[in-house]
């Protein structure tokens, strides 16, 4: 923004006798296009509206207001191992599957405070959200361009399966946030070869 758009911002101002927008054009004493450097360099770059498009597109794609895959395992024994007086002689729900006790603490108390239903849906967004991070970090490391590595992953989508119907991207369970962790090591072994 030039001289000349600053000149015609404060004679706008001027003209509409508007205080309440002069003070947010200049934002604590600074003129609007710092602030829109400020605006596009902190929250509205190009790398977090990709990763905010990404997330959307697996959270549209795969969101469910049913229960999805593994969700109807998972959750009732994350809520058992936080609250032992729940269906406390049910055989399953009392293995101990070392591996998920992590995720089972966190789930657990989800699903304490929010019920099953709720926890599930925000279970997912998060997830989600872990799921688009690494896979942008993966996607940057290897350096593949945003439109080609989304038309993969879209293609991906519908083929996840190749052996026994297991997938990556699926409900709230341990298996979505493990496939996160290794995009994120496969990128973070790339960067340190």
């Not at 758009?5 to 296009?33: E, M, V």
């Not at 990709?50 to 009732?76: G, R, T």
């Not at 002689?89 to 293995?95: A, M, P």
């Not at 239903?117 to 361009?145: E, P």
Request: net charge positive.
């Amino acid at each position: 923004m030039n001289s000349y758009d600053l000149q015609c911002i404060d004679t706008i101002i001027k003209a509409l006798h508007c205080p309440l927008l002069a003070i947010f054009i200049n934002f604590g004493g600074k003129k609007i296009n710092n602030f829109i450097d400020w605006i596009r360099n902190s929250w509205l770059n190009r790398d977090s509206v990709k990763l905010l498009f990404l997330w959307l597109i697996i959270y549209s794609y795969f969101f469910s207001f049913c229960y999805q895959v593994n969700e109807v395992d998972v959750l009732p024994s994350a809520l058992q191992f936080v609250n032992q007086t729940w269906l406390p002689n049910d055989w399953y729900l009392n293995l101990s599957i070392s591996y998920r006790q992590p995720f089972n603490l966190i789930a657990g108390s989800f699903i304490t405070l929010l019920g099953f239903q709720y926890s599930a849906y925000l279970g997912r967004a998060v997830v989600y959200l872990l799921l688009s991070i690494s896979l942008f970090t993966y996607f940057k490391t290897f350096r593949l361009r945003y439109t080609f590595a989304l038309a993969g992953l879209l293609f991906f989508f519908k083929n996840q399966s190749l052996i026994a119907c297991e997938w990556i991207i699926g409900g709230f369970d341990t298996k979505t946030i493990a496939y996160s962790f290794v995009f994120l090591s496969l990128s973070y072994l790339y960067k340190n070869i």
